[in-house]
């Protein structure tokens, strides 16, 4: 079975410009996540989609970071206009059906620098 | 959700000892996963074990979960160079949507 996909794997940019990464989840997951894993540290939750409606979004910065999951498959996650702070690998992860027991499987993620 | 801490934060040792990492959290749980992260393979789930079990057992993997002390451990046996990892553990809370919060990790090396 097909893993989930990211891309870019790669961006650089500079502070105050906007950049987007796209997610397509594992085929049938209804929930889908998106971490910001800066390095040291684990990965945090942004956002938990479950189709397309949004369950968790409390550590989202919301006044720069959105979210979107179309049609319940794929999500993009958007930053505007990006901090150096913002630099991280952000992952993308799905799972069955987003109860605690379920399996999270995870991408390959993102890996943003902002200069 | 809640987090879960690991200790210590690092771990070296070397190929064929065990090596043994902790978990502690601080609400009831239903269940708590591993996973572990390196850089080839990324995030991956390891073990899962419930909160009615004391003990599970998946190939070199062992993991114990005492919820009177509200911890767990994971024990790796026979290490390989490619068990060098980071590895989280991640409390499930007991009803509802469930989201994973991580946290530091233990750092494992191990050197041939």
């Known amino acids: 079975e097909a893993g989930v996909a990211q891309s870019p794997r790669y961006k650089i940019i500079e502070k105050r410009q906007s950049v987007a990464f796209w997610c397509n989840p594992i085929?049938?997951?209804?929930?889908l996540y998106w971490y910001q894993q800066i390095l040291g540290q684990g990965p945090k939750l942004l956002i938990q989609?479950?189709?397309?409606?949004?369950?968790?979004d409390s550590q989202l910065p919301k006044d720069r970071f959105s979210a979107e999951r179309l049609k319940g498959v794929d999500s993009t996650l958007k930053i505007q206009p990006a901090k150096l702070e913002d630099s991280a690998v952000y992952l993308c992860?799905?799972?069955?059906?987003?109860?605690?027991?379920?399996?999270?499987?995870f991408g390959p993620g993102t890996r943003l620098t902002v200069l | 959700s809640q987090q879960g801490e690991e200790d210590p934060q690092a771990l070296s040792i070397q190929e064929g000892e065990n090596a043994t990492m902790n978990c502690s959290y601080k609400?009831?749980?239903?269940?708590l996963q591993w996973y572990r992260q390196n850089s080839g393979r990324g995030l991956v789930h390891l073990i899962l074990i419930r909160s009615n079990e004391r003990e599970k057992h998946s190939g070199r993997l062992r993991v114990t979960l005492d919820t009177s002390k509200k911890s767990s451990s994971l024990l790796i046996t026979a290490s390989r160079a490619a068990d060098t990892a980071s590895y989280f553990c991640?409390?499930?809370?007991?009803?509802?949507?469930?989201?994973?919060?991580f946290g530091k990790g233990t750092m494992l090396l191990v050197s041939p």
């Open positions: 085929s049938g997951h209804a929930t």
């Open positions: 989609f479950q189709n397309n409606g949004v369950v968790d």
């Open positions: 991640a409390p499930g809370r007991r009803s509802g949507y469930s989201t994973l919060t």
């Open positions: 609400t009831s749980i239903n269940n």
């Open positions: 992860a799905s799972s069955f059906g987003g109860v605690s027991t379920d399996t999270q499987y």
